[in-house]
T-cell receptor, first 110, second 116 residues
Framework: KQEVTQIPAALSVPEGENLVLNCSFT??????LQWFRQDPGKGLTSLLL?????REQTSGRLNASLDKSSGRSTLYIAASQPGDSATYLC?????????FGQGTRLTINP | GAVVSQHPSWVICKSGTSVKIECRSL??????MFWYRQFPKQSLMLMAT?????????EQGVEKDKFLINHASLTLSTLTVTSAHPEDSSFYIC????????????FGPGTRLTVL
């Protein structure tokens, strides 16, 4: 059974800092890994999707890496802004379903 | 991009009534649709997977007679919560996938259900 863990559960940093969110998964037999953003009371916004054959994806200030063999992914956010405050979810697609982590609640302080 | 809508965005109902939530793929054909439930401060949990024209496959612990899922077309899936109770209050999110269950899922904005 796939288990996805995100560390830390919550993170508060001052504006402008670079930061890293971590995601680990127990079963390396995955098709892809996605990072999502969720604002309070809202749905999911897809940030980055990394196929199992890829090592990383970049979009603007975001960079996500994938090390399938070790079951790890990181989301790097450069030059953080207050508007980046949200919950960030990692999800891995296996043969059966998309499994989500519990999320990291990020607060960027002005 | 691929857009998925949900209706209603929020609903309040009395205990014992039934509530229908619609999930539509607006600009693509979703051969597979998924329904998730999210309790406060928790992550998304898959409830069921449905392929167009087929019966839904429910996750362990999800009552199929309580959560009726219909996927009658490539752009519409519905979730009906029958005889709703306060413990069914949750955030329900659907997603659609273009070419099967292993490809990228595009998520709707969610529906907040409150059962009084």
């Amino acid at each position: 059974k796939q288990e996805v863990t995100q560390i830390p559960a919550a993170l508060s940093v001052p504006e402008g800092e670079n930061l890293v969110l971590n995601c680990s998964f127990t079963d390396s037999a995955i098709y892809n890994l996605q990072w999502f953003r969720q604002d309070p009371g809202k749905g999911l916004t897809s940030l980055l999707l990394i196929q199992s054959s890829q090592r990383e994806q970049t979009s603007g200030r975001l960079n996500a890496s994938l090390d399938k063999s070790s079951g790890r992914s990181t989301l790097y956010i450069a030059a953080s802004q207050p508007g980046d405050s949200a919950t960030y979810l990692c999800a891995v697609q296996g043969a059966q379903k998309l499994v989500f982590g519990q999320g990291t609640r990020l607060t960027i302080n002005p | 991009g691929a857009v998925v809508s949900q209706h209603p965005s929020w609903v309040i109902c009395k205990s014992g009534t039934s509530v229908k939530i619609e999930c539509r793929s607006l600009d693509f054909q979703a051969t597979t649709m998924f329904w998730y439930r999210q309790f406060p401060k928790q992550s998304l949990m898959l409830m069921a997977t449905s392929n167009e024209g087929s019966k839904a496959t429910y996750e362990q612990g999800v009552e199929k007679d309580k959560f009726l899922i219909n996927h009658a077309s490539l752009t519409l899936s519905t979730l009906t919560v029958t005889s709703a109770h306060p413990e069914d209050s949750s955030f329900y999110i659907c997603s659609g996938s273009r070419e099967g269950a292993y490809n990228e899922q595009f998520f709707g904005p969610g529906t907040r259900l409150t059962v009084l």
